[in-house]
């Protein structure tokens, strides 16, 4: 069976570029091809530049405060870096695209990453997307849990999170000994 790569990938993808953006051409290839994804293209400094921008067009999804603010900046992306799907079988197998055949590699990567945040969020919920709820933590996060209920970008802040509550509510409680 070939799944379509337009999905919780691309949004993973996504997520690790821009908490971690890559510093040169090559890095950006490495990455992409470490997420799996496969291209032809010769990745070039001004593919670096062009995904670098739209990684901070695409963090606007994250940050928005509404369902109705996130698809509104979502539709911007999907408006301007992806088109119409259309059925190609060059991969072994017929799946969907939606960009163009010729296009160069920022082109596909805003394409893949801009229509798998649409599959994402439409597909799991439009929450599913956010900033890590610990206090000392920006990272963005793809909450792909069963539940839905990420709070954090990984189990670190997680438990740094947890045991801070618990030293909160110990001190709060008169629960503090002295030595």
Same mark, same amino acid.
């Given at each position: 069976?070939?799944?379509?790569?337009?999905?919780?990938?691309? $949004? *993973?993808?996504? #997520?690790?570029?821009?908490?971690?953006?890559?510093? #040169?051409?090559?890095? /950006?290839?490495?990455?992409?091809?470490?997420?799996?994804? $496969? %291209?032809?293209? @010769? &990745? @070039? *400094?001004r593919d670096l530049t062009a995904v670098t921008d739209f990684l901070e067009n695409w963090s606007a999804i994250v940050d928005a405060t509404t369902e109705r603010d996130r698809a509104e900046a979502l539709n911007l992306l999907l408006a301007k870096h992806s088109h119409h799907p259309r059925l190609d079988d060059h991969a072994d197998g017929w799946h969907l695209h939606y *960009?163009?055949?010729? &296009?160069? %590699?920022?082109?596909? /990567? #805003?394409?893949l990453i801009s229509v798998g945040t649409a599959l994402h969020l439409t597909g799991r919920g439009m929450h599913r997307l956010g900033r890590c709820a610990a206090t000392d933590c920006e990272r963005i996060f793809a909450d792909v849990s069963r539940n839905g209920r990420q709070r954090y970008c990984c189990t670190r802040c997680n438990n740094r999170a947890a045991v801070r509550r618990h030293r909160d509510a110990t001190r709060s409680n008169g629960s503090v000994r002295s030595a």
């Open positions: 069976m070939h799944l379509n790569p337009y999905g919780e990938a691309p $949004v *993973r993808l996504a #997520t690790e570029l821009a908490n971690d953006p890559p510093r #040169t051409a090559i890095e /950006l290839a490495e990455r992409c091809r470490d997420a799996d994804l $496969v %291209f032809s293209q @010769r &990745v @070039r *400094r *960009r163009p055949d010729d &296009v160069d %590699f920022a082109e596909l /990567l #805003t394409a």
